[in-house]
């Protein structure tokens, strides 16, 4: 079973950028298919994007053109890269991984906070 570290929230102003890392540990990473989800108060939780084993990635439209995911596998690591960030980006962040792309999370990280200031 794959286990999930996420790193690198914090609090940044309006039109900054972020990088989250997403650790992987306890079995061959390549395999996985990571997700990134994000949850503000009050919300559910919102699929950011997904990047597949093979390198692919899909994002939702709120994101597009502005978040980035990519993935390391000699580093057991996903990223990612959000840039022009909007003070609706606020939210704590969290990596998942999974076997197959329609299939479910089998392993979720603890989640990172980010604060996006006016």
């Known amino acids: 079973q794959v286990q999930l570290m996420e790193s690198g929230g914090g609090l940044v102003q309006a039109g900054g950028s972020l990088r989250l890392s997403c650790a992987a540990s306890g079995t061959i990473f390549s395999i996985y298919i990571i997700d990134w989800y994000r949850q503000a108060p009050g919300k559910q939780r919102e699929l950011v994007g997904t990047?597949?084993?093979?390198?692919?990635?899909n994002y939702a439209d709120s994101v597009k053109g502005r978040f980035t995911i990519s993935r390391d596998n000699a580093k057991n690591t996903a990223y990612l890269q959000m840039n022009s960030l909007k003070p609706e980006d606020t939210a704590v962040y969290y990596c998942?991984?999974?076997?197959?792309?329609?299939?479910?999370?089998?392993?979720w990280g603890p989640g990172t906070q980010v604060t996006v200031s006016s």
């Open positions: 990047i597949t084993s093979g390198g692919s990635t």
């Open positions: 998942s991984a999974k076997r197959h792309y329609y299939g479910p999370e089998v392993s």
